[in-house]
């Protein structure tokens, strides 16, 4: 099991990111990986950096390996999204992988286009992949469908292919992107439904290394520790369809007005034991997970950074 940082544009300027994911490293944090939006999810995080210009400052300035969860289809055609993974993976040999999801309506709207229902999104999204693949692997490649592609190809050739790893959030949808997905990428949650995730991936024939993002909240207090969850996200708490379709932040932060703090609790780990944050990672590990990302869900990374890279990562580790 390897440790990651993950780093929130949403909630932290592109600069700042880039030193917090600097420290992170030289606190033994072994890879990275971010987000990839065009909006925050609430004014409260405030931020949204360009993550494609960020990662090539991030590449360039660590030795961490890098992913990100992007979606091609509206906002990023294909043949530009091909053309950006590429120039990495040309850039950083076997250093940066893609997770190609369906998107968020919050993000991809401001295209004008009307947002598709979540069945054709991920069959748009199905054809991107398989567009994108091509063009990775040096094809012409014209296409007429949900997307549209004239005789597109991609000059730069990154060797080894930068893997395209399916985000799954639901046990359905960890069985469909097995059918493409060099890897399996997910978020915390109940570790049944987990497990059950895990295992539909892998007995759809899903490969590849799997991936957890474990959303977390410390601080020496419990009650700061709770706090900070609470403020920063208590408007990532919703299931779909309001994830998915809500389009702006201002709404986001409406609807989770009375979001209570122990709703929070159930979605990020928030405890001011560091035994405690250990035992949940070492159970996320025992899953079978290969990697696990941690977010700490705070805007002020530094103390996180230097208390877990002393006392949590050495003993995960050991």
Known sequence: MRIGFHASHEQISPRQLLADVQHAERAGFEMAMCSDHLFPWSERQGHSGYTWSWLGAALATTDLSFGCVSAPGQRY?????????????QMFPGRF???????ENMNEHVTGDRWPVKEVRTRRLEECVGIIRRLLDGEE?????????????IWERADPRPLLVGPAASVESAGRVAAWADG???????????????????????????????????????????????????????????????????????????????TVREHVRVSADLGQHRAWLEEYASLGFDDIYLHFVGQEQERFIDTFGEQVLPALRG
Not at 77 to 89: E, W, Y
Not at 223 to 243: C, G, K, L, T
């Open 184 to 262: 399996l990428a997910t978020l915390n949650q109940p570790v049944d439904t987990l497990r059950e995730l895990l295992a539909a991936y892998r007995d759809a024939g899903g490969r590849g290394t799997a991936a957890l993002q474990v959303h977390l909240s410390w601080a020496p207090t419990e009650e700061e520790a709770e706090a900070i969850a609470h403020d920063q996200w208590r408007s990532n708490v919703f299931p779909e369809p309001v994830n998915w379709d809500t389009a702006v932040p201002e709404a986001f932060d409406v609807v989770s007005q009375h979001v209570s703090a122990a």
């Open 141 to 153: 490649v014209t296409h007429d469908g949900l997307v549209t592609v004239d005789r597109a190809r």
């Open 97 to 103: 992988w893609v997770a190609l999801g369906s998107g």
């Open 77 to 89: 055609h294909p043949a530009v999204h091909a053309q950006k993974i590429a120039t990495l993976g």
